[in-house]
């Protein structure tokens, strides 16, 4: 007979082997060594649409759509530098990229342009944020302050010394879908708020309940609370007329303050990338940690974080390359597992917002910000017509004929 003892080891074996296996599942790992990726270091990520990807790396930018890898680089085309920090791209799908040392390179899928200080107000050229309101306008976050030009190509800077701007470095940029808004993280500046263009606040620690003067990463929910990645003092949330929390060493039991990220899920709950400590999941009050000790991920600083339509997280590390996960296959997550059975699409959607569902669905109801019930106009199989919605964030209710119902926050960006 079999010593129970040895008999016991054995079944905690296979049983903590079946749970590595099966949270394994859940990422996928791109590096230089399986990959078309330019470097290991992944510093910005934007979705052209639901097969394209753009990746910007400390050595070039990357291009993956439908399983293939396209590279851009000095040597092969007119990109201006091959250290890329931020990417946006437009209504026309043209590619505003950041780079570190020459400005800005925008591509049509064609020809590429470079706006530079040489040739161009831009007032700096490392840039290192981008991002496009819905006037098409290019909103650039540099090392000497904030740049936008219009759609007709007209240029305006903030800085310092003309405006209620904190710092000159720009660390982020975060347009707000509802009402346009810009908010602007900077680095030991605090965070500008731009209302219709003209209107500029500052919050800062002397004059708000921000932690934080350097604040990284910036999204939102649907009730319009915002939230803010900081290096020093965790996560921040501005409440939408309440004031702010702070989840840091203190208050929470996050395990670091230095944060480098931030992006909701569907479900309104902060995904957060750290400086030390991998990536982060906010379920409820409780933080899940993710690091190299208990997930596949190969490095624990996390520099940029991005939300797919389909709900993966597409997450650039500093020498790990990119991950992409799927949190409906993590276990442990209870907020998530309504995921996998319904799915919407696209998310922003502009005309036709696509419905997937396990269930036959009973009853679908949609609020706006504001929290006024949406006449919908009936689904045609399995599509709805928002056309006529205004741009912003709505929340839908959706029932299965079982009685189960699936919260979810939408984005229509026409």
Same mark, same amino acid.
């Given at each position: ?5 040895q ?6 074996f296979?049983?903590?082997?079946t ?5 394994s599942?859940? @990422? /996928?790992? #791109?590096?230089? %060594? *399986? =990959? &078309?990726l330019?470097n +290991?270091?992944? !510093?910005? $990520?934007?979705?052209?649409n639901d ?17 293939? @890898? /396209?590279? #851009?680089?000095? %040597? *092969? =085309? &007119?990109?201006?530098? +091959?250290?890329? !920090?931020? $990417? ?5 799908h043209?590619?505003?990229?950041g ?15 470079i ?11 490392y ?8 006037n098409?306008?290019k909103w650039?976050?540099?090392l000497?302050?904030?740049a ?27 347009v ?5 808004d810009?908010w602007?993280g ?17 919050f ?7 932690p934080d003067?350097?604040v990284?990463g910036?999204d939102?929910d ?19 007329g309440?004031?702010w929390?702070?989840y ?16 909701l899920?569907?479900?309104?709950q902060p995904?957060?990338?750290t400086?030390?400590?991998g ?12 690091d ?12 940029t ?12 590390t ?5 991950f ?10 209870p907020?998530?597992?309504?995921a996998p ?8 959607c ?5 419905i997937k ?6 009853k679908i ?14 689904m045609m ?8 919605l ?6 839908m ?14 984005i229509v960006?026409?």
């Amino acid at each position: 007979m079999k010593n129970p003892f040895q008999y016991f080891l054995f079944l905690i074996f296979i049983f903590q082997g079946t749970t590595s296996s099966a949270q394994s599942i859940a @990422w /996928t790992q #791109f590096d230089m %060594s *399986n =990959s &078309g990726l330019p470097n +290991n270091s992944v !510093r910005c $990520i934007a979705f052209e649409n639901d097969s394209t990807a753009w990746i910007g790396t400390d050595f070039g930018l990357a291009k993956f759509s439908n399983g293939n @890898w /396209t590279i #851009f680089n000095t %040597s *092969n =085309s &007119g990109i201006g530098n +091959n250290d890329i !920090r931020s $990417i946006a791209i437009d209504t026309n799908h043209v590619k505003w990229i950041g780079t570190f040392a020459n400005g800005i390179s925008v591509f049509n899928d064609t020809t590429w342009t470079i706006y530079n200080t040489f040739n161009s107000s831009l007032p700096d050229d490392y840039v290192r944020s981008l991002a496009i309101d819905q006037n098409n306008t290019k909103w650039i976050g540099t090392l000497g302050g904030l740049a936008k030009i219009d759609s007709v190509n007209n240029w305006n800077v903030y800085t310092m010394w003309n405006s209620v701007l904190g710092s000159n470095n720009i660390a982020c940029i975060y347009v707000n879908p509802n009402t346009d808004d810009k908010w602007v993280g900077t680095v030991n500046g605090g965070v500008l708020l731009i209302e219709k263009d003209t209107n500029l606040t500052s919050f800062t620690i002397q004059n708000s309940g921000i932690p934080d003067n350097t604040v990284l990463g910036i999204d939102m929910d649907v009730n319009q609370n915002f939230y803010l990645a900081t290096p020093g003092n965790g996560l921040a949330v501005k409440l939408n007329g309440f004031g702010w929390l702070t989840y840091n060493l203190v208050s929470s039991n996050i395990p670091t303050a230095s944060l480098t990220s931030v992006a909701l899920d569907a479900m309104d709950q902060p995904w957060v990338g750290t400086n030390t400590h991998g990536l982060l999941y906010k379920n409820g009050s409780n933080f899940v940690q993710y690091d190299t000790s208990n997930s596949p991920l190969t490095d624990n600083i996390i520099q940029t974080l991005c939300m797919a339509h389909d709900q993966k997280l597409w997450i650039g590390t500093q020498t790990g390359g990119l991950f992409i996960l799927d949190p409906s296959l993590l276990t442990g997550l209870p907020s998530l597992t309504v995921a996998p059975s319904l799915i919407l699409y696209p998310n922003p959607c502009s005309d036709y917002l696509f419905i997937k569902s396990v269930q036959p669905l009973q009853k679908i109801e949609m609020w706006d910000v504001r929290g006024s019930l949406i006449s919908l106009p009936e689904m045609m199989k399995n599509k709805i017509d928002v056309q006529a919605l205004a741009n912003g964030i709505y929340q839908m209710r959706l029932t299965e004929e079982s009685g189960k119902t699936h919260l979810k926050k939408i984005i229509v960006n026409h």
